[in-house]
């Protein structure tokens, strides 16, 4: 959402560097609703 919020601005995104931080046993319920609610990209490898 935030590229193609940013898109429409006229900003040309070229690349994305993602910060992965291994998912805890407190974290991932958080992290996985954020994926699916919210489309953040995250916990995609072995879940």
Do not use: A, M
């Not at 959402?1 to 319920?29: A, D, F, H, M």
């Not at 996985?32 to 609610?37: A, G, P, S």
Request: no cysteine; aromatic share 4%.
């Amino acid at each position: 959402k935030k590229i193609v919020g940013l898109s429409g601005y006229g900003i040309e995104i070229v690349e994305r560097i993602p910060i992965e931080i291994p998912p805890n046993e407190i974290n991932k319920e958080y992290l996985i609703t954020k994926r699916d609610k919210l489309g953040h990209l995250i916990l995609r490898k072995g879940e």
